[in-house]
């Protein structure tokens, strides 16, 4: 049988996209009351699937629906298949109107509180009708799911200690680096330049030492030949560092890239003579994957706001 009479005229858009709900929700019940039709209409989908591919699709187990080995992939092909046609879509839309459009993108936090804020803030004023979906998450959660699920259409994250992989764009914008900040009501605000050493008996607030960015903390401070201090408060939270923080009992480290974008935070970048650790920070998508013409945007300006982070690198 010909492509054209077995899947171009006979594989319909609806049945595949019930397909791609069946495997989310792991039953055909979920999946209706998902898609808000009749569960009858749902195994009817199915079932037209595999009359027309000649496979059984789903296998039931008790632990619900799940797809064989050829439902799989042809679920694989069918998540880039709407991922592509919702950005065409969004494509003539923006075309149509390029005030308006929509851009799904995936950040850490540090860099929403600022790199990634910034660039969003100017974009919504220029285009007051564009709108953002931001996934914060860690970067390898990022590259890992958010991007190959194709949930975001761009991560913005630091790159080191992740493998390069084949199938994603890496667009490196500056190098980051992790600098101490007090609050302004510290008294360590009121210094010109402050000695590290002088700082380890402070309480500081930091994140979990097995983690990258924890790793990466703690290699600043041996490069500067000292043992990293004991955090008082462990926690990736950016909300709970800024406040508590912000009443000038703690010290932290943040990017240079959050202090430098943060001008509305009430913190102070303590100078200090020690070594900065480079962090590659970059714009990463999937290859071969068209952008929106938003995403495009997003990159124009993310380029120019980095310029004066990668010269402070």
């Not at 007090?182 to 500081?204: F, N, Y």
């Not at 990293?228 to 480290?253: H, K």
């Amino acid at each position: 049988m010909r492509w054209s009479d077995r899947i171009g005229n006979r594989v319909k858009l609806r049945d595949l996209h019930i397909a791609l709900a069946v495997a989310k929700a792991g039953s055909t019940r979920k999946a209706a009351v998902e898609l808000a039709v009749s569960q009858p209409v749902v195994s009817k989908a199915i079932a037209s699937l595999e009359h027309t591919l000649g496979v059984r699709l789903f296998d039931r187990s008790p632990r619900g629906i799940e797809p064989t080995r050829y439902g799989r992939a042809l679920l694989t092909c069918g998540t880039g298949l709407f991922d592509d046609l919702r950005k065409g879509v969004e494509t003539i839309e923006f075309l149509s109107d390029p005030t308006a459009g929509e851009l799904r993108l995936g950040c850490t936090e540090p860099l929403a509180t600022g790199f990634v804020g910034a660039v969003v803030e100017q974009l919504v004023r220029r285009y007051p009708r564009v709108a953002f979906r931001i996934v914060t998450a860690d970067p390898l959660a990022l590259r890992e799911r958010e991007l190959a699920q194709r949930n975001i259409e761009l991560a913005i994250s630091p790159t080191e200690e992740l493998t390069p992989a084949p199938d994603l764009d890496v667009a490196i914008l500056f190098e980051d680096r992790q600098v101490v900040v007090a609050g302004q009501r510290s008294k360590w605000a009121r210094r010109r330049s402050v000695d590290l050493r002088a700082l380890l008996g402070e309480s500081w607030f930091l994140p979990p030492p097995d983690t990258i960015i924890g790793s990466n903390i703690a290699k600043a401070f041996r490069a500067a030949g000292l043992d990293p201090p004991r955090a008082q408060i462990e926690s990736f939270s950016i909300p709970l560092c800024l406040r508590l923080v912000a009443t000038g009992r703690f010290l932290t480290m943040l990017p240079i890239s959050t202090v430098s974008f943060g001008q509305h935070l009430p913190l102070k970048l303590l100078r200090l003579q020690s070594p900065a650790l480079p962090r590659p920070t970059a714009i990463v998508s999937l290859k071969g994957r068209t952008l929106s013409p938003l995403a495009e945007l997003f990159i124009d300006c993310a380029s120019k706001l980095a310029k004066p982070l990668a010269r402070l690198g």
